[in-house]
T-cell receptor, first 116, second 115 residues
Framework: AQSVAQPEDQVNVAEGNPLTVKCTYSVSGNPYLFWYVQYPNRGLQFLLK??????LVKGSYGFEAEFNKSQTSFHLKKPSALVSDSALYFCAVRDRADTGRRALTFGSGTRLQVQP | GAVVSQHPSRVICKSGTSVKIECRSLDFQATTMFWYRQFPKKSLMLMAT?????????EQGVEKDKFLINHASLTLSTLTVTSAHPEDSSFYIC???????????FGAGTRLSVL
């Protein structure tokens, strides 16, 4: 079985400061990892993914995430937060070995609040 | 990024009626689409995997006769909530699996309110 943990319900950061949204995962094989962002009453927008290769992945809107296999983590980061980054962020995983199941397993979400 | 259109964005219906939600991939063909349900301040719960030309695969605890899924073409999947009841009120979101890159692209969601 695969699972994702986002330990923080909410992260508060001042505009211009760096931000980190934490994510850890559990899969039996190697993971595909994703970050999505959701604005109020909207669907999810794809931010970035890790499939293979370089552990540091760069995505949309200046976000990046680092895959750490030993810590089974995939934390989302941005060097300088914007007020417009305030939204709900979801980490998701798919077990690469489970070719029969292509659905994603999502974390519980972390609300990012960037204060002006 | 790729575009997935979901319609309607909001629907209000009376108890006992059926509601159909459409999910279209606008710029790619999707043999696989997914339907999720999201409760307030909660994560997405996978309801079913929609496979083009074959039966949908439902998650445990999801009533297939209540949530009918049809994936008749490579760009369209529909979810019909039959005989809706107030407890079916929720935010339903679809996604389409892009054939290249393993990325799911999501629709904007449908807010269903059953009176």
């Amino acid at each position: 079985a695969q699972s994702v943990a986002q330990p923080e319900d909410q992260v508060n950061v001042a505009e211009g400061n760096p931000l980190t949204v934490k994510c850890t995962y559990s899969v039996s094989g190697n993971p595909y990892l994703f970050w999505y962002v959701q604005y109020p009453n909207r669907g999810l927008q794809f931010l970035l993914k890790y499939i293979t290769g370089d552990n540091l992945v760069k995505g949309s809107y200046g976000f990046e995430a680092e895959f750490n296999k030993s810590q089974t983590s995939f934390h989302l980061k941005k060097p300088s937060a914007l007020v417009s980054d305030s939204a709900l962020y979801f980490c998701a995983v798919r077990d690469r070995a489970d070719t029969g199941r292509r659905a994603l397993t999502f974390g519980s979400g972390t609300r990012l609040q960037v204060q002006p | 990024g790729a575009v997935v259109s979901q319609h309607p964005s909001r629907v209000i219906c009376k108890s006992g009626t059926s509601v159909k939600i459409e999910c279209r991939s606008l710029d790619f063909q999707a043999t696989t689409m997914f339907w999720y349900r999201q409760f307030p301040k909660k994560s997405l719960m996978l309801m079913a995997t929609s496979n083009e030309g074959s039966k949908a695969t439902y998650e445990q605890g999801v009533e297939k006769d209540k949530f009918l899924i049809n994936h008749a073409s490579l760009t369209l999947s529909t979810l019909t909530v039959t005989s809706a009841h107030p407890e079916d009120s929720s935010f339903y979101i679809c996604s389409a699996l892009h054939p290249q890159g393993s990325i799911q692209y999501f629709g904007a969601g449908t807010r269903l309110s059953v009176l």
